[in-house]
């Protein structure tokens, strides 16, 4: 079993629709979950990061870690096209920075 | 807004060759790491760096690769002899602290002939 799961998409969704992407893990220990976004052939930009469980908001943004699970989401509402890109979940144990990442997920925002 | 630069952009080297790739970190940070993305494959974790030593490596990081701080601001890769598989996109990224936020720089494209 991977360590990270991510469904790789694409997604396709129409301008405005609330997009709901996730990860699954399987390691317990994963404390530490960030969501990054990549545009193609750029590096990877944070857009959250969550310490634990709960929720955290911004702006369009909304990250949900459900360690129970081992299932964290990001949602994004009122999609826009510029939101068009690749979703990296990313996670890791501890603080020494060994991320685990997911494959990421491509989202189309269609006008 | 502050970033994490890198250069090249784009290295096209011959089997073999050695390569360096440079990164300039966050003026205020102390943590620094090198990923590597093959294209169309997963972010891979290379080593963390921090107070002048590594830190952390993975298994990809082995005898053909070094880090140095050579001076204040720069951040380097050396790839000693340069194999086909190590073409890919290496992105350096920086952290105030253990454990913070990554901030990436855009990569370095790496094509091996």
């Known amino acids: 079993q991977k360590e990270v799961e991510q469904d790789p998409g694409p997604l396709s969704v129409p301008e405005g629709a609330i997009v709901s992407l996730n990860c699954t893990y399987s390691?317990?220990?994963?404390?530490?979950f960030m969501w990054y976004r990549q545009y193609s052939r750029k590096g990877p930009e944070l857009l959250m990061y969550t310490y634990s469980s709960g929720n955290k908001e911004d702006g369009r943004f909304t990250a949900q870690v459900d360690k129970s699970s081992k299932y964290i989401s990001l949602f994004i509402r009122d999609s826009q096209p510029s939101d068009s890109a690749t979703y990296l979940c990313?996670?890791?144990?501890?603080?020494?920075?060994?991320?685990?990442w997911g494959a990421g997920t491509k989202l189309i925002i269609k006008p | 807004e502050p970033e994490v630069t890198q250069t090249p952009s784009h290295q096209v080297t011959q089997m073999g060759q050695e390569v360096i790739l440079r990164c300039v970190p966050i003026s205020n940070h102390l943590y620094f790491y090198w990923y590597r993305q093959i294209l169309g494959q997963k972010v891979e974790f290379l080593v963390s760096f921090y107070n002048n030593e590594i830190s952390e490596k993975s298994e990809i990081f082995d005898d053909q690769f070094s880090v140095e701080r050579p001076d204040g601001s720069n951040f380097t890769l050396k790839i000693r002899s340069t194999k086909l598989e190590d073409s890919a996109m290496y992105f350096c990224a920086s952290s105030t602290r253990d454990g913070g936020e990554l901030f990436f720089g855009e990569g370095s494209r790496l094509t091996v002939l």
């Open positions: 390691n317990s220990a994963f404390q530490y």
């Open positions: 990313a996670m890791s144990a501890s603080s020494n920075y060994q991320l685990i």
